[in-house]
Nanobody, 116 residues
């Protein structure tokens, strides 16, 4: 079955950095586009970043552009989100997502808290 497992979240001070990972299994990772989303308390889930199958195409939400970098390693079936210059408004649960013929799949999420 399809599984997406996020890791790397935690507590970080404003201006700090974190690197999230999402390990995928149960499907052909190298042929799947991947997304990162986030959901802050009391807010709707929002798109953070997208990466195409080969990593050639990436897109970012305006709020994170220039600070976050999405990447992938198709040999490790893993997608990453490098987050720099973190702000308090980046505090959220971050989710990995993929959309296959069989459905739309989500990981369980990893909490990122930016606070001094």
């Amino acid at each position: 079955q399809v599984q997406l497992v996020e890791s790397g979240g935690g507590l970080v001070q404003p201006g700090g950095s974190l690197r999230l990972s999402c390990a995928a299994s149960g499907f052909t990772f190298s042929t799947a586009n991947m997304w990162w989303y986030r959901q802050a308390p009391g807010k709707e889930r929002e798109l953070v970043a997208f990466i195409s199958t080969t990593g050639v195409i990436t897109n970012y939400a305006a709020s994170v552009k220039g600070r976050f970098i999405i990447s992938r390693d198709n040999t490790k079936n893993t997608v990453y989100l490098e987050m720099n210059s973190l702000k308090s408004e980046d505090t959220a649960v971050y989710y990995c997502n993929t959309r296959l013929i069989t459905g739309n799949y989500w990981g369980q999420g990893t909490q990122v808290t930016v606070s001094s």
